[in-house]
């Protein structure tokens, strides 16, 4: 890349960082230190503001540099990644949206804690909700450092490395002094430029080939060397049956693991009423369906114009396909309008990663401060101390992610977040279902449903493909790889079903029928909802 644009993308991502870090004093001086105000921002949002603050936060690194760098090297294969985020928002409209606004009051332990135990059911789902959201946090590290390579011309280590830690120390202060109103505001911004960024590529796209879609995906198959299998399943998932139950593991985790991700969930107890929880929902379906239309468009006219080859040259996992397509489509690398093109595509990436990662980071600090500290104390802890908790928990989140950012640096971010999902689906999902829909559910039950998903997914993880035993995986030189499918869900997340049930069957507690009555009233009809 020239000077002129590493000039032009670190000045327009200068500016948006300069306007979060004003948001985040802005809202530090009028903040009251309160639970409700760190972890809900008082509950004041509009279901059109808490709309596109979800999108934002579901609108990742993944969504807009991972899927399309995977469509463009694998066509129709990369497509699930698509269909199976956008799908997922069906279920989280139909099953949880209203019902976890309703029982909760900021995570997703809220909810599990309303009929049960609360202290090993607490540090059990706050475990397990830091665990999904350290892994969603690597998936933007990563994101950010093949940007920045991009950005610089190369894939210089060190400065892949600064990357990581700057936008770690970012997200920091982010959640540290602004909490929950900051991050929503940011990400309202965050989405819009990342709506218009995608608008005005897909259109161009779509001029350069006269409107016509068909011609688009034809000079895409030609160019991938693959031809017609390229426009058809099988190509990265089809080799043999390992891969296709990859596949459909892959799926199942996608589509499911959203109703369990914290800090989708933490979003529902930002506006004032369930009803408005459930309008939020629907705003960002219309938002986050657009957007992932147009990544199909942005993937295949990365295959057509820019060409799988070139893209894996820039970075193997084909993180770096859209701002390569950007710079294409405003008129090459020595052209004003490439480089100005570029940059904002830099910039707009740049600000999806600052945006998620304080999302991620508030959620998972709730879960550490609100869950595990407030129930390993003896004493009721007092708001205040909480929240300080929940700062200090920020910092460490921050350490660890960017420690794991670095490791992971050369793997695929689309595919980093489906273990995330995997693990969401396995762990949180089968607690949160049962919790509001079974009414014999008892506190083992739940135990049992958090851990019997949540262990076996991390440990398949660390026997698979992905840790161990082939060139792309992390660590090439050692082999101790014995679960061949990459994503664990086909597995862990029926472990995690079973696990529930079997803890339930097997315990002696009564289940408590007049608190599953109070609940189930309080979540269908918010009387009695924080």
Same mark, same amino acid.
């Given at each position: 890349?020239?000077?002129?644009?590493?000039?032009?993308?670190?000045?327009?991502?200068?500016?948006?960082?300069?306007?979060?870090?004003?948001?985040? $004093?802005?809202?530090?001086?009028?903040?009251?230190?309160?639970?409700?105000?760190?972890?809900? @921002?008082?509950?004041?949002?509009?279901?059109?503001?808490?709309?596109?603050?979800?999108?934002?936060?579901?609108?990742?690194?993944?969504?807009?540099?991972?899927?399309?760098?995977?469509?463009?090297?694998?066509?129709?294969?990369?497509?699930?990644?698509?269909?199976?985020?956008?799908?997922?928002?069906?279920?989280?409209?139909?099953?949880?949206?209203?019902? !976890?606004?309703?029982?909760?009051?900021?995570?997703?332990?809220?909810?599990?804690?309303?009929?049960?135990?609360?202290?090993?059911?607490?540090?059990?789902?706050?475990?397990?909700?830091?665990?999904?959201?350290?892994?969603?946090? !690597?998936?933007?590290?990563?994101?950010?450092?093949?940007?920045?390579?991009?950005?610089?011309?190369?894939?210089?280590?060190?400065?892949?490395?600064?990357?990581?830690?700057?936008?770690?120390?970012?997200?920091?202060?982010?959640?540290?002094?602004?909490?929950?109103?900051? $991050?929503?505001?940011?990400?309202?911004?965050?989405?819009?430029?990342?709506?218009?960024? $995608?608008?005005?590529?897909?259109?161009?796209?779509?001029?350069?080939?006269?409107?016509?879609?068909?011609?688009?995906?034809?000079?895409?198959?030609?160019?991938?060397?693959?031809?017609?299998?390229?426009?058809?399943?099988?190509?990265?998932?089809?080799?043999?049956?390992?891969?296709?139950?990859?596949?459909?593991?892959?799926?199942?985790?996608?589509?499911?693991?959203?109703?369990?991700?914290?800090?989708?969930?933490?979003?529902?107890?930002?506006?004032?009423?369930?009803?408005?929880?459930?309008?939020? !929902?629907?705003?960002?379906?219309?938002?986050?369906?657009?957007?992932?239309?147009?990544?199909?468009?942005?993937?295949?006219?990365?295959?057509?114009?820019? @060409?799988?080859?070139?893209?894996?040259?820039?970075?193997?996992?084909?993180?770096?396909?859209?701002?390569?397509? +950007?710079?294409?489509?405003?008129?090459?690398?020595?052209?004003?309008?490439?480089?100005?093109?570029?940059?904002?595509?830099?910039?707009?990436?740049?600000?999806?990663?600052?945006?998620?990662?304080?999302?991620?980071?508030? /959620?998972?600090?709730?879960?550490?401060?609100?869950?595990?500290?407030?129930?390993?104390?003896?004493?009721?802890?007092?708001?205040?101390?909480?929240?300080?908790?929940?700062?200090?928990?920020? !910092?460490?989140?921050?350490?660890?992610?960017?420690?794991?950012?670095?490791?992971?640096?050369?793997?695929?971010?689309?595919?980093?977040?489906?273990?995330?999902? /995997?693990?969401?689906?396995?762990?949180?999902?089968?607690?949160?279902?049962?919790?509001?829909?079974?009414?014999?559910?008892?506190?083992?039950?739940?135990?049992? +449903?958090?851990?019997?998903?949540?262990?076996?997914?991390?440990?398949?993880?660390?026997?698979?493909?992905?840790?161990?035993?082939?060139?792309?995986?992390?660590?090439?030189?050692?082999?101790?790889?014995?679960?061949?499918?990459?994503?664990?869900?086909?597995?862990?997340?029926?472990?995690?079903?079973?696990?529930?049930?079997?803890?339930?069957?097997?315990? /002696?507690?009564?289940?408590?029928?007049?608190?599953?009555?109070?609940?189930?009233?309080?979540?269908?009809?918010?009387?009695?909802?924080?």
């Amino acid at each position: 890349m020239t000077g002129d644009h590493q000039t032009l993308a670190l000045l327009l991502f200068s500016a948006f960082v300069a306007v979060t870090l004003g948001i985040t $004093t802005w809202v530090s001086r009028h903040r009251h230190g309160s639970a409700e105000e760190f972890y809900a @921002g008082g509950r004041l949002f509009s279901p059109m503001e808490n709309g596109f603050a979800i999108a934002g936060d579901y609108m990742s690194a993944a969504s807009f540099l991972g899927i399309s760098g995977l469509i463009a090297l694998y066509g129709y294969d990369g497509l699930l990644y698509s269909v199976g985020f956008l799908v997922a928002w069906l279920v989280v409209l139909f099953l949880v949206a209203e019902l !976890v606004r309703n029982c909760g009051r900021f995570t997703l332990a809220d909810v599990v804690a309303a009929r049960m135990t609360e202290r090993p059911v607490r540090i059990a789902a706050g475990t397990s909700s830091v665990t999904v959201s350290v892994l969603y946090l !690597v998936a933007q590290m990563v994101g950010a450092g093949s940007l920045v390579a991009l950005l610089l011309g190369g894939t210089s280590g060190a400065a892949q490395t600064w990357t990581v830690i700057g936008v770690g120390a970012l997200m920091v202060i982010y959640v540290s002094f602004g909490g929950m109103r900051a $991050t929503t505001w940011i990400q309202i911004v965050k989405a819009v430029l990342l709506l218009g960024g $995608t608008v005005t590529l897909t259109v161009l796209v779509l001029v350069r080939f006269h409107g016509d879609f068909d011609r688009l995906l034809l000079t895409a198959a030609e160019r991938s060397g693959h031809g017609a299998p390229f426009l058809a399943p099988g190509l990265k998932y089809g080799g043999d049956w390992t891969a296709r139950l990859d596949f459909i593991s892959l799926g199942l985790a996608l589509v499911l693991g959203t109703a369990g991700l914290p800090h989708i969930l933490s979003r529902f107890y930002t506006v004032p009423t369930a009803r408005a929880a459930r309008r939020s !929902v629907v705003w960002s379906i219309g938002l986050i369906g657009g957007f992932y239309l147009m990544t199909i468009v942005l993937g295949f006219g990365a295959a057509a114009i820019v @060409g799988p080859e070139v893209v894996r040259g820039s970075n193997a996992a084909g993180n770096t396909a859209v701002p390569l397509l +950007a710079l294409d489509l405003g008129g090459g690398a020595d052209s004003t309008g490439g480089t100005v093109l570029f940059a904002i595509v830099a910039a707009v990436a740049f600000a999806t990663i600052l945006a998620v990662v304080a999302g991620i980071t508030l /959620a998972s600090s709730a879960s550490v401060a609100h869950d595990l500290y407030a129930s390993l104390r003896r004493r009721k802890t007092k708001p205040r101390s909480e929240v300080a908790v929940a700062r200090a928990a920020a !910092v460490g989140i921050g350490v660890v992610a960017i420690a794991l950012g670095l490791l992971a640096r050369d793997l695929n971010v689309a595919f980093l977040v489906g273990l995330a999902f /995997a693990v969401a689906a396995s762990a949180n999902l089968p607690v949160l279902l049962y919790s509001l829909f079974w009414r014999g559910f008892t506190t083992r039950g739940a135990v049992w +449903a958090v851990y019997g998903g949540l262990i076996p997914a991390v440990v398949l993880v660390l026997l698979s493909p992905v840790v161990s035993g082939s060139p792309e995986s992390l660590f090439p030189g050692v082999d101790f790889q014995y679960f061949p499918l990459q994503n664990p869900g086909l597995v862990s997340i029926p472990l995690g079903f079973v696990a529930g049930w079997l803890g339930t069957v097997t315990s /002696a507690e009564l289940p408590d029928e007049a608190k599953h009555a109070e609940t189930e009233v309080r979540s269908l009809t918010g009387a009695g909802a924080v």
